[in-house]
């Protein structure tokens, strides 16, 4: 294991999805403990779960009803233990997700204040409405809808950024902070090595008022004492151990606020998500239509902030794929004819940036969207509100479900594809079925056959894995973008204490050529997604369709 973040790699696992050991179609933590070798086969670093707490699973565990225990669903304080211990016998850090943005409203907090206990209620958010009864602002959930909830006994709302079951807490409060460092130090004694802070960066609320011009973020993003809230975080809990990794989910963040986050000695965090390369199949802040993804914006984004993450001495994490995201296979490249090929490429563009990469389970298999078909198919709260929101706007179900096909969270979200037995592995034949449906591609898709295949997306993100630690410049390097407007090429120059690595990626299913590319001379070929080593230069580089190519002196 590195403890070295800027050499490590992440793998994340959701656990509902990842193995089921009890046959109750949910994956569970002896699953994750089951398939820890096949992580330290991939080569991983740190293993972040996505939280498995006691909780009602509103949204899959999002929704926390108390940090200190574990759901039964998932398993028992002594599997976590276990987990925790088989990690590190393998150098292998355990991450966990703190989602403290909101607690389930089944928590024994929520539950006091609404018993009307004012030491409780000062845990929220209370307001009266307008004059007129409306809701105190305009400002929408994130799943949908307005985010005040109405109290009928206190003649209040209460503030829900995301479901109505998932209530904000007031970090404004001292009383909250202590009660969340409790928590941090409780799993930092377990031995958890690492921390995944959840739509962190939405802690700090500022004033509460209408937005005239959206949907209220600017109103709570990157709030007023967010800094503050988190070196206080830092000082109380994980900035006592340099070695803990701590990662912060920034929704809808400035780069400007990132620089703080993520610095090196601003003391807050290792490192950031940031999510604006997503959104480059969006229409602007909405996610609910179907527009092509924009290379070029996708491009300019993701060199923006490399570069000037870089300037500030700030790190990011780097990644295509988690929990909440479509499967980048289907969304960046190709399911059909190059789907080997478009997978390795994807992979070696986020592997050799500046930055921690993360892995999400079924990624190094190339796992893709769901073949879902119907609406009932779907699980996720945020897609089933806009599948309805999106008929109460006029479009017919048909066009509702197709958009809800393309951006569902549920994509990444079916069961791990671990071979081609009954329900892909991911349970046994004799078990209840999965929680959610099992993607029909598994007998071709799935983790057995990539390991028994040397030319495979699974070997070939081991190799990329393990040049980030044999190869000094992935690491620690500086970064330059090349090609910056080349319709269709993807390329970066890397250099550190005299070596230089050239990374190049053709986006599309089509030949291209790449004129003005830098000399290769003196170099060699460290990684490439094609057998047959087209010589790149004669004054240009040819990429076949979905071609990486990264060379190294
Ligand atoms: C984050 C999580 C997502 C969850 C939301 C609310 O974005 O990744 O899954 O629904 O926060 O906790
Ligand atoms: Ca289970």
Redesign the pocket.
């Known amino acids: 294991m590195s403890t070295d973040f800027r050499k490590s790699t992440v793998y994340q696992i959701y656990p509902k999805s990842f193995c089921d050991t009890n046959k109750d179609g949910l994956g569970d933590l002896r699953g994750v403990i089951k398939k820890l070798d096949y992580m330290k086969e991939l080569g991983v670093d740190y293993i972040w779960l996505t939280p498995f707490f006691v909780s009602p699973q509103n949204?899959n565990g999002?929704d926390v009803e108390d940090y200190y225990n574990i759901d039964p669903r998932y398993g028992t304080m002594e599997d976590v233990e276990e987990l925790i211990a088989e990690g590190k016998k393998r150098g292998i850090g355990l991450m966990f997700d703190m989602?403290f943005?909101?607690v389930s409203t089944r928590h024994e907090w929520f539950r006091k204040a609404m018993e009307g206990d004012p030491y409780y209620k000062d845990f929220f958010f209370f307001r009266k409405g307008k004059d007129d009864g409306a809701p105190p602002t305009n400002w929408e959930s994130k799943f949908g809808g307005n985010a005040w909830e109405y109290v009928e006994k206190f003649d209040e709302y209460y503030l829900h950024l995301?479901d109505v079951t998932?209530a904000d807490l007031n970090w404004d409060n001292e009383n909250v902070r202590r009660e969340i460092q409790k928590i941090v130090r409780f799993w930092m004694d377990k031995g958890v090595r690492g921390f995944r802070f959840?739509?962190v960066n939405l802690i700090s609320k500022g004033v509460f008022e209408d937005d005239q011009t959206g949907d209220g973020r600017k109103y709570y993003t990157d709030g007023p004492n967010i800094h503050k809230y988190l070196k206080e975080l830092h000082d109380m809990t994980f900035g006592t151990d340099a070695e803990i990794l701590t990662v912060g989910?920034m929704?809808s963040t400035s780069i400007e606020n990132c620089y703080q986050y993520a610095g090196a000695d601003t003391g807050e965090l290792s490192m950031v998500f940031s999510f604006h390369h997503l959104k480059v199949d969006f229409m602007g802040n909405e996610k609910w239509v179907l527009v092509p993804a924009d290379f070029a914006k996708l491009k300019k984004i993701i060199f923006e902030w490399q570069t000037k993450m870089a300037e500030h001495n700030a790190w990011n994490a780097v990644f295509w794929c988690n929990?909440?995201q479509p499967r980048v296979v289907s969304r960046f490249g190709d399911e059909g004819r190059y789907w080997k090929e478009s997978a390795k490429m994807l992979g070696t563009v986020i592997h050799c940036l500046r930055g921690t990469p993360y892995v999400y389970q079924g990624e190094e298999i190339g796992m893709t969207n769901t073949d879902f078909a119907e609406i009932s198919q779907f699980k996720d709260v945020e897609s089933l509100n806009h599948y309805e929101i999106l008929q109460n706007k006029g479009l017919s179900a048909s066009d509702a479900l197709r958009i809800v096909q393309i951006h569902s969270r549920d994509n990444g979200r079916t069961p791990m594809q671990w071979d081609d037995s009954a329900y892909a592995g991911f349970t046994s034949a004799d078990s209840k079925k999965p929680w959610i449906g099992v993607n029909g591609n598994y007998p071709r898709v799935n983790a057995a056959s990539q390991l028994a295949d040397p030319d495979s997306i699974f070997r070939y993100y081991q190799k990329l894995i393990a040049l980030r630690k044999e190869v000094d410049v992935i690491a620690f390097g500086d970064i330059e973008p090349l090609a910056e407007s080349h319709p269709s090429v993807f390329a970066y120059r890397r250099t550190y204490e005299g070596h230089e690595l050239i990374v190049a990626a053709n986006f599309y299913g089509r030949e291209c050529s790449w004129k003005s590319a830098p000399d290769l001379s003196g170099f060699k070929k460290l990684i490439g997604n094609y057998s047959e080593g087209s010589v790149p230069y004669n004054g240009k580089w040819t990429l076949k369709p979905y071609e990486t190519q990264v060379w190294y002196k």
């Open positions: 949204d999002y989602v943005n909101h995301f998932q959840d739509v989910e929704s929990h909440d």
